[in-house]
């Protein structure tokens, strides 16, 4: 399973775009809070710096114009990204050893096998919308709908 690649640039309740920002100081802990890849990080550095937000980022002011500085939060990134990458890893490997076991069993059916079955007679019987099937069995239209699509039932 692949990860996104960039977090959604999703507006933050108020608060104003970078563009109308003005001698701002953009403060955040640790690197990976600010993106989760290299190419992210420089993006959104460059956005910034374009818009004259001063980015603080682990207690250092991040200078695009300094090459030592560039270089140093380059590294930073890339540990950054390695950081997550290690993260996934290891949770694709937990649950490979979960499910291996038996630990990892997904959602409980809403409905067993037998209740599936006189769901699909009742569709079938006509009598009852699937509104109304919803309603005697206790669960949402798209459970029923999805029951007897599995049935192979043509409506």
Do not use: C
């Not at 649950?95 to 069993?105: C, F, H, N, S």
């Amino acid at each position: 399973m692949a990860r996104a690649k960039s977090r959604p640039r999703l507006p933050v309740a108020g608060r104003p775009p970078t563009s109308r920002l003005t001698e701002a100081t953009l403060v955040v802990t640790k690197l990976d809070r600010l993106a989760w890849s290299l190419p992210d990080f420089r993006d959104l550095a460059a956005e910034l710096t374009s818009n004259g937000v001063t980015q603080n980022i682990g207690g250092s002011v991040y200078d695009p114009e300094d090459p030592i500085v560039r270089l140093l939060f380059n590294v930073l990134g890339m540990v950054a990204e390695f950081e997550a990458d290690l993260i996934r890893m290891r949770t694709r490997e937990g649950m490979a050893v979960a499910k291996a076991k038996g630990r990892l069993r997904g959602k409980k059916p809403k409905l067993s096998v037998s209740q599936e079955k006189h769901l699909v007679s009742l569709y079938r019987g006509g009598e009852h919308t699937t509104a109304e099937i919803a309603e005697l069995f206790g669960v949402a239209r798209s459970t029923v709908y999805r029951a007897i699509q599995r049935a192979g039932v043509r409506g």
